[in-house]
């Protein structure tokens, strides 16, 4: 993985000490409220409802140990013991005090890490496909390209001051893993047919209260072209983005206002002003990022695990867990493994600091030091021996993380909502957390198979209800919270945006509503059918019916 | 209203005019886009009297190429400093070829001033109650923040890809100059 040079250490620190100065001038008058909102959040501290909030930047979700046992350290000490993976591969303490942001920024700093631009009007953190590197449909780790545009977009002296808050996601993949389609910039490294390696741009889409799919603005954009055409798109939105409406502020509103053959003639008019060679980065610069990313050393394993298979025949529960939670990685032999963060019941995202020090020990022994945070909210060791995996299990039922759910109906993606946020209209966790108690039957989970709840606690859509095969959106009437529901959101590379099944419900009846439209499916679905299969099969209103009856 | 450059606070040389005031016989003035426009050929050339405009976050930066080359200074207005079109535009002026004063006009703070000059602005102009909050100290500190950034062709401090650039040409050197001996 990545590591800091002298100056990528430097800027960090730099930025502490900046912080740390603007902290003092705001307490001393010199920054008022009002300009010191925009700077402590482009430090990734919020002002939440009971607290602040500080949101650290996972670049691309990937993680060493050392980092995770940081972060655990920082949830110890400067928190109340715990820590909240989010959907966009950050981590977010919930309790810090503000004089302790500096020293928590320290820490980081001192662990090749931070919180820049975790919030703001700016360029965010950069996200990556969790299976980079590791997946077996991979044109290219995009985790190279995400490093480059993590440097590029920090601290850009253009693009600090943009109408909006601005995100970009990569995948290296045909499959999409990264929800590229519902980003501001969604980029996919894909072959020429001459076999050159480049991008897919893709832009303008987004979620909050209008969500759109990102549309394709260059079919194929060369690598040496990425700076500079990003330099462009930015420019015309900076430019021409709207800013007397918060709500209308976002690249995917000008894209739909203007159209994106309008937008893509802007963006290329601007472009062809550019000086590439002189904005680009160098091919040297480049290859020493992928030089980091170079593929770690394999043993060299026979493709089947006898040690594997003979414990999957003696342990039921195990077996369960091979099954839901590990993958296929692209060396025989190996592994990736998708620890849940979501027991039964539990909150979603959540990690104790406990757990962080066991999975940062279990990555040591066993995913060559290496994790990732996951947009699903859970965390992935990407290099694990099949042979390693029922020792691996033992250690993670110790520490509560053996949850077997990935991918199914209690795998369920949520904002933290009005416990803790101040935007939020309506509660999230209390939703999951019942949710996932009604469905907490593993053999009735598995009978189900892959379905993703998400749930979002107000209409900007941190908990990516848009794109949930169920989406959940937590409102409030005069005191009283509903939920919508809507069905057949797909983040992948077939995204859509789900579709309102009809007038909010209490939390209860969101419950059962939910119980009701996934016995519709078990009815009608076909023999291996999934649920976002059988729905774009049997259509909206064959689950309307079932929804209505109910409410 | 006061007025930085990157040594601190200056004499502004510069004066606005409004639209019916005479051109005056020597000096340095600033002009709307309006009378820029409708005088621009009979502004006189004999070099005693500089021109400057002040144009409006909304402009289209083509409209003024036809002007770059007789023009000393561009004012840039910005409504408020979150609102970050004028670091675009200073940015296009720059890659048109513009090589006279860029001036920043507005509420802007001491933070923002390292991200201007790099986008290409030399001056900024701001109201008395802002720069009395944050005197020329702050914004000459925001200046040296930080040593480096990584953005290829802004201006500004030391840029970190020339940097390492330069590293790597110096450790193939040495090796080289190594394997020679």
Redesign the interface.
């Known amino acids: 993985m990545y590591r800091y ?1 002298e ?1 990528d250490h ?2 960090v620190q ?2 502490v ?2 912080f740390r ?2 902290v003092a ?1 705001h307490l001393a ?4 409220e009002e ?1 010191f909102r ?2 402590r959040l482009m430090n990734g501290l919020y002002l939440q409802l009971h607290a602040y909030m500080l949101r650290v930047a996972i670049p691309y979700g990937t993680l060493s140990s050392r980092q995770m046992h940081r972060l655990a350290e920082i949830a110890k000490r400067f928190d109340r013991g715990y820590g909240h993976f989010t959907t966009r591969q950050n981590i977010q303490y919930n309790w810090p005090r503000l004089k302790d942001v500096p020293d928590i920024l320290a820490e980081l700093a001192d662990v090749e890490m931070h919180a820049i631009q975790t919030s703001g ?1 700016c360029i965010r953190n950069i996200t990556a496909d969790p299976f980079a590197g590791v997946a077996a449909d991979e044109v290219e780790d995009p985790r190279i390209t995400a490093e480059l545009l993590r ?2 977009s ?9 109408p909006r808050k601005f995100k970009i996601a990569v995948t290296g993949s045909a499959h999409d893993r990264a929800a590229i389609k519902v980003h501001d910039i969604g980029l996919r490294l894909v072959r020429s047919p001459a076999g050159e390696i480049g991008y897919e741009v893709c832009v303008g889409g987004g979620q909050g209260r209008t969500p759109m799919i990102a549309q394709v603005i260059r079919e194929f954009l060369s690598k040496d072209a990425l ?1 500079p055409y990003l330099e462009a798109i930015m ?1 015309v939105y ?2 021409f983005g709207r ?1 007397d409406n918060k709500y209308k502020a976002r690249i995917k509103i000008l894209v739909h206002e203007i159209g994106v053959a309008a937008m893509r003639d802007a963006v290329e008019t601007e472009f062809a ?3 590439v060679a ?5 091919q ?2 480049v290859a ?1 990022i992928a030089g980091y990313f170079a593929p770690p050393v394999y043993e060299q394993l026979p493709k089947d695990s006898s040690t594997l298979r003979t414990a999957r025949a003696q342990d039921g529960a195990f077996h369960r867990w091979v099954e839901t939670n590990v993958g296929a990685h692209k060396v025989p032999g190996y592994t990736i493994v998708t620890v849940s963060l979501k027991p039964i019941g539990g909150v979603p995202g959540d990690a104790t600091a406990n757990q962080m020090h066991v999975l940062a020990d279990l990555a040591d022994r066993f995913s060559l030091d290496e994790l990732r945070a996951t947009i699903e909210q859970n965390i992935v060791l990407p290099n694990v021996k099949a042979d390693d995996l029922p020792a691996l299990y033992v250690e993670l039922v110790a520490a509560g993380l053996s949850t077997a759910n990935v991918g199914l109906i209690t795998d369920i993606i949520s904002c933290p909502g009005l416990d803790y946020c101040s935007l939020a209209t309506a509660r999230s966790i209390p939703i999951a957390q019942a949710l996932s108690q009604r469905f907490a039957d593993a053999e009735r989970q598995r009978a189900i198979g892959p379905l993703a709840i998400k749930i979002s606690g107000c209409i900007n859509a941190c908990g990516h209800h848009h794109v949930g095969h169920i989406g959940i959106l937590g409102l409030e009437k005069a005191g009283e919270e509903y939920y919508q529901i809507t069905l057949g959101g797909d983040p992948t590379e077939t995204a859509a945006v789900g579709e309102r099944l009809g007038p909010g419900l209490s939390a209860e009846a969101t419950i059962d509503a939910i119980e009701r439209l996934v016995e519709v499916y078990l009815a009608r679905r076909q023999s291996g059918e999934s649920f976002i299969a059988a729905y774009r099969r049997l259509g909206h209103d064959a689950f309307k019916e079932a929804f209505d009856a109910a409410a | 209203m006061p007025l930085l450059d990157a040594t601190g606070a200056i004499t502004d040389r510069w004066v606005r005019l409004t639209d019916d005031t005479p051109l005056p016989r020597a000096g340095a003035v600033i002009l709307s886009v309006a009378r820029l426009k409708a005088e621009f050929d009979q502004l006189p050339s004999h070099g005693l009297l500089l021109f400057g405009v002040e144009i409006v976050p909304e402009v289209c930066v083509d409209t003024l190429t036809p002007w770059l080359q007789r023009l000393d200074l561009i004012a840039i207005p910005f409504k408020s400093f979150t609102d970050g079109r004028g670091f675009s535009i200073a940015r296009q002026l720059r890659l048109a070829g513009f090589a006279g004063e860029l001036r920043a006009v507005g509420p802007l703070i001491a933070d923002q001033f390292a991200y201007l000059k790099s986008c290409g602005f030399d001056t900024v102009q701001l109201d008395a109650a802002t720069f009395g909050r944050q005197p020329s100290d702050q914004w000459l500190a925001a200046l040296s923040a930080f040593s480096g950034l990584y953005q290829r062709s802004y201006g500004g401090p030391l840029n970190i890809l020339a940097a390492r650039r330069a590293a790597r040409a110096k450790a193939a050197d040495v090796s080289e100059r190594a394997a020679a001996e």
């Open positions: 040079d100056f430097r800027l730099e930025r000490a900046q100065d603007q001038r008058g010199s920054l008022s300009e925009p700077l009007n440097q590029w920090t601290l850009h002296p253009e693009f600090s001051f943009l700076l420019r900076n430019l800013r002003r550019l000086d002189a904005i680009a980065a160098d040297d610069e020493r």
